[in-house]
Structures are given as C-alpha cells and as structure tokens.
C-alpha cells in the first residue's frame, strides 16, 4: 500500500468519525431522552402496582376488621374503599350486614346505590341480591321478569367461566403425571415380570 492510499484511508476515517460525531450531537438527544421515558415508565408502572396492591390489602384488612365486630353494618359504613369497585364491594358486604340484622329496607338502599360506574359485576350482583330481598312481596310475574334479566348476564359469565375452566383442563392434559412413579421401566405390573426395578 502507497502513502498516498494510507493518507486517503485516513482522511476518510476522519470524515466518517466527524459525521457520526456531527449525528450523535444532533440525535443524541433523541436515544437519550427515549431511554429516559423507558426507564421512568417503567418505575412508574411498578410503583402503581405496588400503590395498588397496598391498598388493596388494606382495604381488605378494614373489611375484615369491621366484620370481626359486634355491629359490622355500622364498621362497614366507615371503611374508605378508595376506587368504586372497592365502594361497591363495601357496599354489597353491608347489604348483607343489613339484611342479616333485618333491617332489609337498609339493605335495599345501600344496594340501589351501586350502580354501573363499579363494574357491570358489581352492579348485577346488586341488583339479583335486591331482586331477592324483594322476592317475597313481589308479584311471581315480575319476579320471574327480573330474573330473567339477570339470567342475561348470569349466562354470559358461566360461559365465560367455562371457557377459562376448559383452557385450565386443556393446560392440565399437556401436563405430565405429577407423582406418578411406578418404579419400574417398561410394563408397569410387576406381578407379570414385565417390567425391570430402577
């Protein structure tokens, strides 16, 4: 190789090193600032499980300590849930509270109260728990109307919960025998020598 080409080879480094010096000056930034919002998102992200997590189990601690008392109905009532669900969850153990002191007029108010903002679940479930308080001094025509609405939903759920029960079975099958060992290779019967001890 002449001088001349080493001198061109280097001069040709040396542009190429100032264009990827010139580019990550320019769009540095860029990688930067997109690495940043991952990272940030991502503790972001963890720290609002974590957020929800905690209040989940506090709001399951306040549940069953207001249960553990002599009058849950009235402990209930004091219990910040923190999200809708959460209320109407509060709102659908105090129902039952109510109903089991006797006190169903109470009871119905407090499940007339969940509405749809806690979830379709929430509010259903409300509804056929008000739908049975009411059982006894409706008239057999309407009750049998109202439940039918319910079943609406009620089927939607069992099919739904089949499904996810034929996906778990499905997973099982695929799944070797858990703690079935024979002890012996080949023919499983050890009373017709068919198979060998190991």
């Known amino acids: 190789m002449s001088n001349t080409d080493s001198f061109i080879e280097e001069v040709t480094e040396e542009v190429r090193r100032d264009r990827l010096f010139a580019l990550m000056r320019r769009y540095g930034w860029i990688a930067l600032t997109a690495v940043l919002i991952a990272v940030g998102g991502a503790a972001w992200n963890e720290y609002r499980k974590a957020s929800q997590r905690?209040?989940?189990?506090?709001?399951?601690?306040?549940i069953l300590a207001a249960r553990d008392t002599g009058a849950p109905a009235e402990a209930l009532a004091g219990v910040e849930a923190g999200t809708p669900a959460g209320a109407a969850l509060v709102a659908l153990l105090r129902a039952d509270a109510l109903a089991d002191a006797g006190d169903t007029q109470a009871a119905l108010a407090v499940l007339d109260g969940v509405d749809a903002a806690a979830g379709q679940v929430y509010a259903q479930l409300a509804a056929l728990k008000a739908l049975?308080?009411?059982?006894p001094d409706m008239d057999p025509a309407?009750?049998?109307?109202?439940?039918?609405?319910?079943?609406?939903?009620?089927?939607g759920w069992f099919v739904y919960l089949a499904l996810r029960v034929r996906h778990y079975?499905?997973?099982?099958?695929q799944?070797?025998?858990?703690?079935?060992?024979?002890?012996?290779?080949?023919?499983?019967?050890?009373e017709d020598g068919g198979g060998t001890v190991r």
């Open 54 to 62: 905690a209040a989940a189990e506090a709001l399951g601690d306040a």
């Open 132 to 135: 049975i308080l009411r059982g």
């Open 142 to 155: 309407q009750f049998r109307i109202g439940m039918g609405a319910l079943a609406v939903f009620a089927v």
């Open 169 to 173: 079975l499905d997973l099982l099958e």
């Open 175 to 190: 799944r070797p025998p858990v703690g079935r060992h024979t002890g012996f290779d080949g023919d499983d019967d050890p």
